[in-house]
């Protein structure tokens, strides 16, 4: 079984910005994490992060060729207005998602209480830090093995 998780923009600055929101662990701790926890759990993970909306949009129409069990999406800012990245999932709609926000979006900005993507996907972790994507893992497999 193989999961994709997918990181937008400024994800990679973990540990580097707005550590009262983010808090002060790094991009390459949400990596490893995110590893132990799949060799935990059996499963094959990629994590790929990119600050643009084609890249994103590249490796999620990738996963449809390769085939991917389940999908994690953190789109980042592109969660509220992207509707190229929600296009993207919906096009894959047999593969399992679930959208992760580190911070809960719901008691931020008012912007950021709409997602445009979440109604494509499966399910959403929000507000959980950094361990929802690893909560995001479990669920994510247990969709893929009802769907098998």
């Avoid at 990679?12 to 550590?19: A, D, P, Q, S, T």
């Avoid at 008691?107 to 209480?113: I, S």
Wanted: aromatic share 8%; glycine share 8%.
């Amino acid at each position: 079984m193989k999961i994709l998780v997918l990181n937008g923009p400024n994800i990679n600055f973990l540990g580097i910005r707005e550590k009262g929101i983010y808090g002060n662990q790094d991009y390459d701790t949400l990596v490893k994490m995110i590893e132990e926890k799949a060799k935990e759990l059996g499963v094959d993970v990629e994590v790929f992060q990119s600050n643009y909306e084609g890249g994103l949009i590249d490796r999620i129409q990738k996963a449809y060729f390769e085939k991917a069990d389940g999908i994690i999406i953190n789109p980042g800012a592109f969660t509220h207005y992207s509707y190229a990245v929600r296009d993207a999932l919906a096009s894959v709609a047999d593969i399992p998602k679930i959208e992760v926000h580190i911070s809960n979006v719901h008691t931020r900005e008012e912007f950021r209480h709409t997602s445009v993507t979440v109604p494509v996907c499966n399910g959403q972790v929000v507000g959980l830090g950094l361990k929802g994507y690893l909560y995001a893992l479990e669920a994510v497999k247990d969709m893929a093995e009802k769907k098998a």
